[in-house]
């Protein structure tokens, strides 16, 4: 059988499945299932065509990791056919984590960052499936000794992110988040085993680090998406609470199973992994449907809400919301709870913060290898940008309360 398969992608064009473990692995249910998880989570309540997945965004980055490795092998790079595959593999892998709605209900139903589980996934993996997938746990986990094999695949100039910002920009239309990722690999090299960007291609740099910054506030954080995920998460919430206490509440045996515990004892992966891979969207979508007419008020009000797009009214300020503010909220949420008397309020009023920096050097800063051949932090090393300004968070603190009942 020939392994290695053209994909016909829409944001690079036809692209070939490198490897025929690589193709074993895309072949593998678990990764099949990032066919069923959205890549933005709910903003395609906002960006109707958003609607593109893990699996697709997966197969993008290991296109490009495979051009970055072929970029830094004609500069003279030493890297093993091995390590390309290994490379290629962490890469395939690194969103294999990945639970419903991708980031959205991150650490609501499995106490574990996304990567975590991947990397407990890709163990799996090792065993059951092929050994060789040791080598790109090694790079995934930043255990091998050529560390610019992980800073490709986490990094701050990582293929996942040149993937995400170009696919993302594609489908949700926001122009803004478009960047020169050919211009930024053709530009890759490695000096002192650490990943850099020549001199010449440092004005696409700081391009990425502004794209990047707009796409959180337009797209990733807006705040309708925020209010979209608000709901979704105290969907979730109640449902445990009710599912905790003995109401019978309807879900697929998998996502019965997450319910049911208020916590799990994530040592014994063997016990929650079996149900954790056959979650995805329709898990919860299902689910959302059915308890939109459940007896419960609240859960059924949040259901109605969501699946309707009527979603909590948000606002976004600096300052943390004073007294009287929040008194305000929630006087407002009182009254339009008042036919829906058996309603929780604390569901339908919520206090949050989000942030974010556009370049963060305790990740790890991207480095410009100079025509001395001097390495130098794009943060010094820029004469556009104050990316000084740029590295420290914008910090927004969120009210959400409902304010249009149906």
């Known amino acids: 059988m020939n392994k290695k398969k053209i994909v016909n992608d829409p944001v690079y064009g036809f692209i070939t499945i490198p490897d025929e473990l690589i193709f074993d692995l895309i072949q593998h249910p678990w990764f099949q299932r990032l066919r069923r998880i959205q890549q933005l989570g709910l903003s395609n309540l906002v960006y109707p065509s958003a609607v593109h997945t893990r699996f697709q965004h997966t197969l993008g980055a290991v296109h490009l990791m495979g051009l970055a490795l072929e970029v830094l092998r004609s500069k003279g790079i030493d890297i093993t056919d091995e390590e390309k595959q290994a490379a290629s593999i962490a890469i395939l892998l690194h969103d294999i984590g990945h639970g419903p709605f991708s980031h959205a209900l991150e650490n609501i139903l499995v106490p574990l960052h996304h990567e975590q589980v991947s990397d407990l996934m890709m163990k799996a993996l090792c065993h059951s499936v092929d050994d060789r997938i040791r080598l790109a746990l090694e790079i995934f986990n930043d255990q091998h000794p050529k560390r610019y094999l992980h800073q490709l695949v986490s990094g701050q100039l990582d293929v996942d992110r040149l993937d995400y910002l170009n696919r993302d920009s594609f489908f949700t239309g926001v122009a803004e988040g478009v960047i020169g990722y050919d211009r930024i690999i053709k530009m890759l090299n490695v000096k002192d085993g650490l990943l850099a960007i ?97 007896p419960d008020t609240t859960l059924s009000l949040l259901c109605r809400h969501l699946m309707n797009r009527i979603l909590f009214k948000v606002e976004f300020q600096k300052s943390m919301f004073t007294p009287s503010q929040k008194e305000e909220k929630r006087k407002r949420v009182s009254q339009n709870l008042f036919n829906h008397k058996e309603a929780i309020p604390n569901y339908f009023l919520l206090e949050n913060s989000t942030s974010n920096s556009a370049y963060s050097k305790q990740t790890g800063p991207i480095w410009i290898l100079l025509k001395s051949g001097e390495l130098r932090d794009i943060a010094e090393a820029s004469d556009q940008l104050n990316i000084s300004v740029l590295s420290e968070p914008v910090i927004k603190h969120v009210m959400c309360w409902l304010d249009q009942p149906l």
């Open 198 to 294: 020549e001199e010449k291609g440092i004005y696409s740099i700081e391009k990425f680090i502004i794209s990047r910054r707009l796409m959180y506030w337009q797209v990733y954080l807006h705040k309708t998406v925020v209010s979209a995920e608000q709901m979704l998460i105290q969907i979730i919430r109640r449902a445990k609470e009710l599912a905790q206490s003995g109401e019978s509440l309807f879900a697929t045996p998998a996502l019965q199973y997450f319910l049911m515990r208020s916590e799990l004892d994530l040592s014994e992966r063997s016990a929650w992994l079996p149900h954790f891979v056959l979650l995805d969207d329709s898990d919860v979508y299902s689910a959302i449907k059915v308890w939109q007419s459940h």
